[in-house]
């Protein structure tokens, strides 16, 4: 029975809404395949996106970047957890390895915490990495250009180079210094259309728009309660914020998966993120977007979604007063382009499968 190791990075939900697509296209491929996922995510979050059974192990296999919220860097904490994470950097690699090799995986597919592929390289376990973007190139993005975040930067590239692959997930960073990547094409687990069931759920009208408020899985509440009605706009809107007012409705308690109601919305308020990009992207399903600053990823998923769907973007001052109606009736007035293909996990898949066939190391 082959054994898949999947280990995804604790920054945001957009690394599990890449990787899970495909684990799933390969368990069906593969049905004996047994699954071993490493998230700090929540386990119902884990379950909504993978369709296969898997043995999850709650651990914070990185830490990303620090954040205040889901678009600001905490810069100052960021290189400091860094500089702390690197200081026993060997010590770190030999025990991930003993710990890898107590799992005896036949193959490591990482999104993308960079010192589980260290490990798999110490462990001489196979491993093939995937993501649109790389911690070292996000780390270089922020660091001074000294000698000591140098050797941190070289210590990063060197364990995401030491995988077999390095598949670039589109829409994605250049990551120029990845000297075994292959781009594929997005992915996104598209859901099914259902908006009849959608508004009836919502309490909504049938003429009614459904705006679906999703900022990640970082946290970013946003004032709902003091926006300004909007006529025949209807809010769906993360069940911990507990917004009491009866235009807004919580998404948890729709009984749909997050994939069908995105498809089943009007647009979606979010912020630019992998996953709810390509989703709402290959959906259809009009974006309107908060900038995250000088997050180096954000004009290459900005560019994508400009090509590829229909978006608008908006101000924080505009989150905080709610005054989004101009807004709204911009982005649907644009004329929508053909929607893209999400035939990365296909790719991604084809090279899965030839790894998890590989005798195990001993």
């Known amino acids: 029975m082959p054994h898949l190791l999947v280990d995804i990075t604790a920054h945001g939900y957009g690394h599990i809404a890449q990787t899970a697509p495909v684990v799933n296209e390969l368990a069906r491929r593969i049905p004996d395949l047994r699954v071993t996922v490493r998230s700090a995510a929540p386990p119902s979050y884990l379950q909504q996106r993978f369709t296969c059974p898997f043995h999850h192990i709650p651990v914070a296999l990185d830490f990303g970047m620090t954040m205040f919220n889901a678009v600001e860097v905490d810069v100052a904490h960021s290189?400091?957890?860094?500089?702390?994470?690197?200081?026993?950097?060997?010590?770190?690699?030999?025990?991930?390895?003993?710990?890898?090799?107590?799992?005896?995986?036949?193959?490591?597919?990482?999104?993308?915490?960079?010192?589980?592929?260290?490990?798999?390289?110490?462990?001489?376990?196979?491993?093939?990495?995937?993501?649109?973007?790389?911690?070292?190139?996000?780390?270089?993005?922020?660091?001074?250009?000294?000698?000591?975040?140098?050797?941190?930067?070289?210590?990063?590239?060197?364990?995401?180079?030491?995988?077999?692959?390095?598949?670039?997930?589109?829409?994605?960073?250049?990551?120029?210094?990845?000297?075994?990547?292959?781009?594929i094409a997005p992915i996104a687990q598209v859901g099914v259309e259902q908006?009849?069931?959608?508004?009836?759920?919502?309490?909504?009208?049938?003429?009614?728009?459904?705006?679906?408020?999703?900022?990640?899985?970082?946290?970013?509440?946003?004032?709902?309660?003091?926006?300004?009605?909007?006529?025949?706009?209807?809010?769906?809107?993360?069940h911990a914020w507990n917004i009491q007012r009866d235009d807004t409705c919580a998404l948890e308690m729709m009984g749909m998966s997050f994939s069908d109601v995105l498809a089943s919305c009007d647009a979606v308020l979010t912020k630019p993120g992998y996953g709810t990009f390509a989703e709402a992207a290959c959906a259809g399903i009009p974006v309107l977007y908060v900038s995250r600053g000088d997050w180096p990823e954000q004009p290459y998923l900005i560019e994508w979604l400009a090509q590829h769907g229909v978006c608008g973007e908006v101000s924080a001052a505009q989150l905080h007063?709610?005054?989004?109606?101009?807004?709204?009736?911009?982005?649907?007035?644009?004329?929508?382009?053909?929607?893209?293909?999400?035939?990365?996990a296909i790719e991604a898949a084809d090279v899965l499968v030839r790894g998890c066939r590989v005798p195990k190391v001993t």
């Open 79 to 183: 290189l400091a957890n860094y500089r702390e994470y690197h200081a026993d950097w060997d010590a770190k690699v030999v025990q991930a390895a003993q710990e890898m090799r107590a799992l005896q995986p036949d193959l490591l597919f990482a999104n993308v915490p960079y010192l589980s592929l260290a490990a798999a390289q110490l462990a001489q376990i196979p491993a093939v990495a995937m993501c649109c973007l790389n911690w070292a190139d996000i780390y270089r993005h922020y660091a001074p250009d000294d000698i000591e975040s140098r050797a941190i930067h070289a210590q990063m590239l060197a364990a995401y180079n030491g995988a077999e692959v390095f598949l670039k997930v589109s829409p994605t960073m250049p990551m120029g210094g990845l000297s075994k990547a292959r781009a």
């Open 195 to 238: 908006r009849s069931l959608a508004q009836s759920r919502c309490g909504a009208s049938e003429g009614d728009k459904l705006v679906l408020v999703a900022m990640g899985g970082i946290d970013y509440r946003l004032p709902i309660e003091k926006w300004p009605r909007l006529a025949g706009v209807r809010w769906l809107v993360p």
């Open 321 to 344: 007063s709610g005054e989004l109606e101009k807004s709204l009736q911009q982005l649907w007035q644009q004329i929508q382009p053909a929607v893209p293909t999400a035939g990365g």
